[in-house]
């Protein structure tokens, strides 16, 4: 765990990182828990000749946890992160509406609702309660 004291646009916050993954760092800003997804990484070589730099940015909303991609070939729903499996709300056979709670996700120590990204019927439920997946794991197929 790391501990950063930040001050953006003359606001002092408290940032500490208390987990990575590949995909997502949770973080506890100012005591509150956040989730920030990692798009790139990419190395930065610090300026040299002044250590203090002073950062400007515009207020944003609350980072939330994405609901997984399902790909719309096969319609298989992945997951976006490691985690496990804590409750399943479907069975197979189901008909199933786009937004729909499939299955609840615990990771980081919160609970995720994956969502279907397409309307249709429950093929298959690759996964069951307890099981502990890999990001990028097959979850359940849709037709």
Same mark, same amino acid.
């Given at each position: 765990?790391?501990?950063?004291?930040?001050?953006? *646009?003359?606001? !002092?916050?408290?940032?500490?990182? &208390?987990? @990575?993954?590949?995909? $997502?760092?949770? %973080?506890?800003?100012?005591?509150?828990?956040?989730?920030?997804?990692?798009?790139?990484? $990419?190395?930065? +070589?610090?300026?040299?000749?002044?250590?203090?730099?002073?950062?400007? =940015?515009?207020? =944003?909303? #609350?980072?939330?946890?994405?609901?997984?991609? $399902?790909? =719309?070939? !096969?319609? +298989?729903?992945?997951?976006?992160?490691?985690?496990?499996?804590? #409750?399943?709300? @479907? =069975?197979?056979?189901? &008909?199933?509406?786009? /937004?729909? &709670?499939?299955?609840?996700?615990? %990771?980081?120590?919160?609970? *995720? #609702?994956?969502? %279907?990204?397409?309307?249709?019927? @429950? #093929?298959?439920?690759? @996964? $069951?309660?307890?099981?502990?997946?890999?990001? /990028?794991?097959?979850?359940?197929?849709?037709?």
């Amino acid at each position: 765990m790391k501990e950063y004291k930040l001050k953006i *646009n003359d606001n !002092s916050y408290t940032v500490v990182i &208390k987990d @990575v993954t590949d995909d $997502a760092v949770l %973080a506890e800003v100012n005591g509150k828990k956040h989730i920030v997804h990692i798009d790139t990484i $990419a190395n930065i +070589t610090p300026p040299t000749e002044n250590r203090e730099t002073t950062l400007t =940015s515009t207020p =944003s909303p #609350s980072p939330q946890l994405s609901s997984p991609v $399902a790909s =719309s070939d !096969s319609g +298989t729903i992945i997951t976006p992160i490691p985690g496990q499996i804590i #409750s399943i709300s @479907v =069975s197979q056979g189901d &008909k199933i509406r786009t /937004g729909q &709670k499939l299955l609840i996700l615990e %990771a980081m120590k919160l609970e *995720n #609702s994956i969502t %279907a990204t397409m309307d249709g019927t @429950v #093929s298959e439920i690759l @996964v $069951a309660e307890g099981d502990i997946v890999n990001q /990028g794991q097959p979850l359940i197929v849709l037709v």
